[in-house]
């Protein structure tokens, strides 16, 4: 059974990090793209990383580049997402994300959706950045 559970996220100040953990079971992470989504409320959820299944290339979105970092360890069969100053905008629920295949549905820095094959999500885990 495919299973996607994150954990990590919380209240923190502004200027703050937290690091979100994505704990997978049931696939091989390295043979899939494995996505953060974040999702505000009143809006559409967005695609923020990405890390490849099998090259471990990286990517963000331009709101978070700089400040998130995307990582795995398929041993453990985790991936985190690091996200230093934080701010307010940062706040939403996120969600971690298996993608079919093994390369981010991204176009440099754009999540690209129309090319995205979510296969699996998790519950999501809440982010309250507080100024």
């Known amino acids: 059974q495919v299973q996607l559970v994150e954990s990590g996220g919380g209240l923190v100040q502004a200027g703050g990090s937290l690091r979100l953990s994505c704990e997978v079971s049931?696939?091989?992470?390295?043979?899939?793209?494995i996505l953060w989504f974040r999702q505000a409320p009143g809006k559409e959820r967005e695609g923020v990383s990405c890390i490849n299944g099998n090259d471990d290339s990286t990517y963000y979105v331009d709101s978070v580049k700089g400040r998130f970092t995307i990582s795995r360890d398929n041993a453990k069969s985790l991936v985190y997402l690091q996200m230093n100053s934080l701010k307010g905008e940062d706040t939403a629920v996120y969600y971690c994300?298996?993608?079919?295949?093994?390369?981010?549905?991204?176009?440099?820095?754009?999540?690209?959706?129309?090319?995205?094959?979510?296969?699996?999500w998790g519950q999501g885990t809440q982010v309250t950045v507080s100024s």
């Open positions: 994300a298996r993608d079919w295949g093994a390369t981010c549905p991204f176009l440099g820095s754009t999540y690209d959706d129309s090319g995205a094959k979510i296969a699996s």
């Open positions: 049931g696939f091989t992470l390295h043979w899939h793209a």
